[in-house]
């Protein structure tokens, strides 16, 4: 796609051609170096990270990008609230490539974990899609933010956690307000692989963690895949067996899913490590077999206060390939 970019400013040296970036992180070598190549090849680019990975880390590929007089700007998301589990950040996740095509999703653009991590994404040729990804930008950046309406019933929404768009009452309609409303209105399956989970709750206290044990209870088939090694309790990062590994207790949210009768997965990959390790990096949700959900937003409130977004998409094609990884996932890895 960057390619591609730079094809169109070559065949048409007078237009303005873009490569909008906005992700949590971009340390990797490969991908400075395409964007410092777009940006001789007269490409205006511009990068949003978290200010913590760019202030933080010292790293040359962010000095790079500096030196290239990139716009390179780091994006403080640093709110206080009760409800806030971890730090949060600028955790949105999408390119946007001139005015017709974008990709968004769960990674990062640190391309050396890519063969390991399983991250998932969509990718659209859509003006429309690149106008209200550039919104999210644009509002980033310092602008106004604006508001738009939505049907929650619609084929089609893209929703982010500072947004201003509401439904016909007037209310918001927000990520998290989605995920719980999906939940509550499915009626036969509910299929998740989540990096993390917690407590998230709506705006009447109703937990996300109770809508998918009620799901179940009124007959739902509900199965959720987990990364094994977050699924736990204590120190994560840390050397032990797989032995101690599968002995230590899980999260409080996790054990009362299983106790529940749900069906909770928890996935590590085909061999031991040192530190134990899961590939498990999306967040994507499939209900009824063909409403997608899918982004950078994790499942616990601190993602309420990050910068995240989440695409709500209701079509049988759409899902099919959602559906393909999460049986895939289940017969390439150890799942517990």
Same mark, same amino acid.
Request: with cysteine; aromatic share 10%.
């Given at each position: 796609?960057?390619? %591609?970019?730079?094809?169109?400013?070559?065949?048409? @040296?007078?237009?303005?051609?873009?490569?909008?970036?906005?992700?949590?992180?971009?340390d990797?070598?490969?991908?400075?170096?395409?964007?410092?190549?777009?940006?001789?090849?007269? /490409?205006?680019?511009?990068?949003?990270?978290?200010?913590?990975?760019?202030?933080?880390?010292?790293?040359?590929?962010? +000095?790079?990008?500096?030196? +290239?007089?990139?716009?390179?700007?780091?994006?403080?998301?640093? @709110?206080?609230? @009760?409800?806030?589990?971890?730090?949060?950040?600028?955790?949105?996740?999408?390119?946007?490539?001139?005015?017709?095509?974008?990709?968004?999703?769960?990674f990062?653009?640190?391309?050396?974990?890519?063969?390991?991590?399983?991250?998932?994404?969509?990718?659209?040729?859509?003006?429309?899609?690149?106008? *209200? *990804?550039?919104?999210?930008?644009?509002?980033?950046?310092?602008?106004?933010?604006?508001?738009?309406?939505i049907?929650?019933?619609s084929?089609?929404?893209?929703?982010?956690?500072?947004?201003?768009?509401?439904?016909?009452?007037?209310?918001?309609y927000?990520?998290?307000?989605?995920?719980?409303?999906?939940?509550?209105?499915?009626?036969?399956?509910?299929?998740?692989?989540?990096?993390?989970?917690?407590?998230?709750?709506?705006?009447?206290?109703?937990?996300?963690?109770?809508?998918l044990?009620?799901?179940?209870?009124?007959? /739902?088939?509900?199965?959720?895949?987990?990364?094994?090694?977050? +699924?736990?309790?204590? %120190?994560?990062?840390?050397?032990?067996?797989m032995?101690?590994?599968?002995?230590? @207790?899980?999260?409080?949210?996790?054990?009362r *899913?299983?106790?529940?009768?749900?069906?909770?997965?928890?996935?590590?990959?085909?061999?031991?490590h040192?530190?134990?390790?899961?590939?498990?990096?999306?967040?994507?949700?499939?209900?009824?077999?063909?409403?997608?959900?899918?982004?950078?937003f994790?499942?616990?409130?601190?993602?309420?206060?990050?910068?995240?977004?989440? /695409?709500?998409? +209701?079509n049988h094609?759409?899902?099919?390939?959602?559906?393909?990884e999460?049986?895939?996932?289940?017969?390439?890895?150890?799942?517990?």
């Amino acid at each position: 796609m960057i390619d %591609k970019v730079i094809s169109s400013k070559h065949n048409a @040296p007078d237009r303005l051609c873009t490569i909008k970036v906005s992700v949590d992180c971009i340390d990797d070598y490969d991908f400075a170096n395409h964007l410092v190549n777009a940006s001789e090849q007269g /490409v205006l680019v511009q990068c949003l990270v978290d200010w913590r990975k760019m202030t933080m880390t010292n790293s040359h590929n962010y +000095a790079r990008l500096k030196r +290239a007089k990139i716009e390179l700007i780091g994006v403080v998301c640093s @709110p206080d609230h @009760p409800l806030i589990e971890v730090e949060p950040d600028m955790h949105t996740k999408f390119i946007i490539f001139n005015d017709e095509d974008c990709i968004l999703g769960s990674f990062n653009i640190t391309f050396e974990r890519w063969w390991a991590n399983w991250e998932s994404g969509m990718t659209f040729h859509s003006k429309g899609v690149c106008r *209200l *990804l550039d919104n999210i930008f644009q509002s980033q950046r310092g602008g106004v933010i604006q508001r738009y309406g939505i049907d929650p019933f619609s084929h089609f929404n893209l929703l982010y956690t500072f947004g201003r768009h509401t439904m016909q009452s007037g209310e918001n309609y927000l990520p998290h307000h989605a995920i719980l409303a999906e939940i509550n209105r499915a009626k036969y399956s509910i299929k998740i692989s989540l990096f993390l989970i917690g407590e998230l709750l709506g705006n009447y206290n109703d937990s996300v963690i109770c809508a998918l044990i009620n799901a179940k209870n009124r007959g /739902v088939y509900v199965h959720i895949l987990f990364n094994g090694h977050l +699924a736990r309790q204590g %120190k994560i990062g840390v050397e032990r067996s797989m032995e101690d590994e599968l002995n230590r @207790p899980l999260l409080p949210v996790i054990e009362r *899913l299983r106790n529940s009768g749900v069906n909770v997965g928890l996935v590590y990959g085909q061999d031991d490590h040192p530190v134990p390790y899961s590939p498990i990096h999306s967040k994507y949700c499939i209900i009824d077999d063909y409403i997608v959900i899918d982004g950078s937003f994790n499942w616990y409130n601190t993602s309420v206060f990050s910068h995240d977004l989440v /695409v709500i998409a +209701a079509n049988h094609e759409v899902a099919k390939p959602y559906l393909h990884e999460f049986e895939q996932i289940q017969q390439l890895f150890r799942v517990y």
